[in-house]
């Protein structure tokens, strides 16, 4: 099955694919190519040299892909001639956690506005009339999914959603989270949510006026107090610290027993000990997204970095994604870049303190701790944001700085972004192949910046931040709104700058896997959020996880096969064995 895919982003007046295709558009006997206006279509019984022509338009705006036939069958919708397509759908399965792996752009908002009935699929005929209920269901074999879709279809499934871009809630809902929360609790747990959750010191502030995680655990815990049958939570480990990510995993956990629940989440980790089973999700951003059937997490997991679904004999990545055995790379640090003694730094209520340390040349210092114990304080101090009351810190050296929260209010595309940021250095090179192309930042140059998604948008700071001249780099939450791959890359990229051009870098991170990638060293945090925070280190790899997780209580093992970090389950005989060696975080599998 041929397909062929516009990306009307990328093919805008006066843009390059717009010329092209206007230059190609008629000029076949069969018109493959038509324009009509500013619009383009491409015929997909169009003739080898005119999907040949289609294929080679400049800045990527259309996807060409042959796809299996058998596929045919399992289309659920598509949005026009050459628009999105779907292909099946994940399953909400009772008693169980559904977890959804895969890239963004892949579909998954559409699959969850057909699961909560708000689309009607068109399975292919985007040009029909009318659509029914009764056909979709005809199309689809007897099992689970078609018993729901049934419900859906008889207006019988309720259900609540707990959004991506939970920072985007302060703009459309106002008001204080008490009086919110309880306007919404549909199911009479408003205290005991309140309380699983730890946000009773938040009741009486306005939504405008919490950080990112708390919003995070508002919005949880908002869709918690409904009462729904099906409950869907996108990414709701973003802004938490690991901590608050395994609470987090208990309640989900607890919830499943009585509804239907399905989870987005792109910490590994987390999706690991969360969900019971995962649909691998795979496809082309903005062309077409392919939901596979449910298998095991850990089969699922695996099978998502290896890259490779040895069922659909389908291979979904170029490489593997490895986690390598950490060495002491000691010998081949360089100078110190930034050292610092006995910081104190008093905000408000909040008081920062920390040891001595210092960051070498080809250094990257993962960051770790609670939320609200000075991560984010202590790397503006370094970036000089921030003034310091007590200790010391050298300032000689040159700072690029990725803040967590990325402002991108601003009227022009990427590629403009990048020049006044950057420079040129972005278009060719080293720089271009490890961080531009690894990022996927090059397939977003045309596109505006106040557009761009949160993932988009994180992706593309990096790449400014890793492009900046400067000896040390200060990276807050970078994975955050990446998807599963996109964090990996990300880490890699971090890495490479590091090394390749000998210079430093902070990364603060609450995702252990990118941690695991990304860090040499770690600096750890400790303290009561929102009260006090002590910074301790940096330590070398094994001996910062082993603190820092010892305070979270949690122990992680090594999967047998892809080597990747594994959460124990609490009183399994690893988790004992483990605890009991004081070996929190396993560098064996």
């Given at each position: 099955?041929?397909i ?57 705006a ?33 008693e ?49 999914l ?63 006026q ?23 939570f996108d ?15 208990k ?23 969360l ?25 699922a ?19 593997p ?47 770790v ?19 310091y ?22 009227d ?107 860090s ?40 047998h ?29």
């Amino acid at each position: 099955m041929r397909i062929a895919v516009l990306i009307e982003e990328k093919c805008k007046p006066k843009s390059e694919a717009y010329d092209y295709l206007k230059k190609w558009s008629g000029s076949c006997g069969a018109e493959c190519i038509q324009m009509n206006g500013d619009k383009f279509k491409i015929l997909e019984t169009a003739c080898p040299p005119c999907f040949i022509r289609a294929k080679h338009c400049p800045g990527g705006a259309v996807v060409v892909v042959n796809l299996p036939a058998e596929l045919e069958t399992d289309l659920i919708h598509r949005y026009s001639l050459n628009g999105f397509r779907l292909f099946r759908l994940p399953t909400p399965s009772r008693e169980s956690v559904v977890g959804i792996l895969g890239p963004n752009g892949m579909g998954k908002s559409t699959a969850f506005n057909i699961l909560n009935g708000s689309i009607i699929p068109n399975l292919g005929d985007f040009e029909a009339d009318e659509l029914w209920w009764e056909d979709v269901i005809e199309s689809l074999p007897r099992g689970e999914l078609r018993d729901f879709l049934v419900d859906v279809s008889e207006s019988e499934v309720t259900v609540a959603l707990k959004p991506q871009y939970v920072d985007h809630i302060p703009k459309a809902v106002k008001g204080r989270v008490g009086e919110l929360l309880s306007s919404v609790d549909e199911r009479g747990v408003y205290q005991e949510m309140i309380t699983k959750l730890g946000i009773g010191h938040l009741l009486e502030r306005n939504l405008d006026q919490l950080s990112g995680g708390e919003l995070q655990r508002v919005a949880i815990c908002a869709t918690l107090l409904k009462d729904a049958d099906v409950y869907f939570f996108d990414e709701p480990s973003s802004y938490l610290d690991i901590h608050e990510r395994m609470r987090i995993v208990k309640i989900i956990q607890e919830l499943s027993e009585h509804s239907r629940v399905i989870v987005i989440e792109h910490d590994l980790a987390v999706l690991d000990v969360l969900a019971d089973l995962v649909h691998i999700v795979y496809g082309k951003k903005g062309a077409f997204g392919i939901f596979t059937p449910a298998r095991s997490t850990r089969q699922a997991i695996n099978a998502y970095l290896d890259g490779f679904l040895v069922e659909q004999n389908v291979r979904i990545r170029d490489k593997p994604i490895k986690f390598k055995t950490h060495t002491d790379r000691s010998n081949e640090l360089g100078n110190p870049v930034v050292t610092w003694g006995d910081l104190e730094k008093k905000l408000g209520d909040f008081n920062l303190k920390t040891g001595d340390g210092k960051v070498h040349q080809s250094e990257v210092v993962g960051v770790v701790g609670p939320n609200g114990t000075g991560k984010s304080t202590m790397i503006k101090i370094l970036a000089g944001e921030h003034e310091y009351d007590a200790g010391w810190v050298t300032d000689d050296a040159s700072i690029s700085y990725k803040p967590q929260h990325i402002d991108t209010e601003m009227d022009c595309d990427v590629q403009t972004w990048l020049d006044s940021e950057v420079g040129t250095k972005w278009r060719s090179g080293e720089y271009s192949v490890n961080v531009i192309r690894a990022l996927g930042v090059d397939e977003l140059l045309t596109k505006e910046v106040c557009n761009l998604s949160g993932g988009e948008a994180q992706a593309v700071a990096i790449a400014i931040c890793l492009g900046r001249e400067a000896d040390l780099y200060l990276l807050d939450e970078p994975s955050a709104h990446l998807d599963a791959n996109a964090r990996m890359q990300a880490a890699k990229a971090i890495r490479k700058t590091m090394e390749s051009n000998e210079k430093a870098a902070f990364v603060i991170d609450h995702d252990v896997y990118f941690i695991d990638i990304v860090s040499d060293s770690l600096l750890v945090f400790e303290g009561e959020g929102g009260k006090n925070g002590m910074a301790e280190g940096p330590f070398k790899l094994r001996a910062g996880m082993n603190r820092f997780l010892q305070g979270v209580d949690v122990t992680f093992r090594r999967d047998h096969d892809s080597k990747r970090p594994r959460i124990n389950k609490n009183s399994s005989r690893k988790d004992r064995e483990q605890r009991g060696k004081g070996d929190y975080y396993s560098f064996d599998s």
